[in-house]
């Protein structure tokens, strides 16, 4: 997402491939009215969703749902509340809030049972962003046997025009070489169309890199 791709979670259970039941892996998505699929679909492709294994992640940012786009201009940083509400069959230890991929803030929940033997915690905290910036909230659950659970929100975007956000050299340096892998790995099995699909990609990718830092 640092590299200018604006892209939005989904989830897959992978049964069959991992050994995990039907439905381990889901996606949540919020919507302000009832439930159809149209409007669930449209609240996918928005981002106003968050992915789990298990615990139930709500998060909003200055009262807005993941997915949303705030725009300012002027100031250089901008101080957001991130109001979170966990919901988790175990206790969770930390929530982390994350400004473009790093982990600015760890929130210790104090979770209380409720009448359904579910743990639940109500907090938040304000953060400080400074240009365009992307922040998102997630958390992992310890289960018995060894087996983390985590779920994670979208991102929401802070777009500001006169601050664009640089992608980092290691994160593109990380594209580039595994479009080449799979370039190399492909090449003998792929028609021609599916081979520039890849090549366009790392065109893309080493445009970035010219002005990554």
Same mark, same amino acid.
């Given at each position: 997402?640092? /590299? %200018? ?6 989830? %897959?259970?992978?049964?069959? !491939?991992? #050994? ?15 439930? +159809? ?35 300012? +201009? ?15 069959? =175990? ?14 803030? =760890?929130?210790?929940?104090? &979770?209380? =049972? ?11 905290? &304000? ?5 365009? &910036?992307?922040?998102? !909230? +997630? /958390? ?15 991102? !929401? ?9 640089? @992608? ?8 580039? =070489? ?12 792929? @028609? #021609? ?21």
């Amino acid at each position: 997402m640092n /590299c %200018g791709f604006r892209l939005r979670p989904t989830a %897959g259970t992978a049964s069959g !491939v991992h #050994p995990v039941p039907l439905g381990f892996g889901r996606v949540y998505v919020h919507l302000d009215g009832p439930f +159809r699929y149209d409007a669930w679909m449209k609240g996918l492709a928005a981002g106003r969703s968050f992915v789990t294994t298990g615990p139930m992640l709500l998060a909003d940012f200055d009262g807005k749902p993941p997915g949303h786009r705030f725009e300012w +201009r002027g100031s250089p940083a901008r101080r957001v509340r991130v109001n979170v509400k966990l919901i988790s069959e =175990q206790p969770v230890k930390a929530i982390e809030i994350l400004r473009n991929g790093d982990v600015i803030s =760890q929130l210790a929940p104090k &979770s209380k =049972q409720n009448g359904d033997g579910a743990f639940e915690a109500d907090l938040g905290e &304000s953060v400080t962003i400074q240009g365009t &910036s992307w922040l998102a !909230v +997630r /958390c992992w659950e310890e289960r018995p046997g060894g087996r983390m659970r985590f779920a994670h929100t979208a991102p !929401v975007w802070f777009d500001a025009p006169d601050a664009p956000l640089r @992608p980092r050299k290691r994160e593109v340096e990380w594209l580039l =070489q595994r479009t080449r892998d799979e370039i190399t790995r492909s090449e003998a099995l792929l @028609p #021609p169309e599916a081979l520039a699909e890849y090549r366009e990609a790392l065109a893309a990718y080493e445009a970035l890199a010219r002005d990554a830092q």
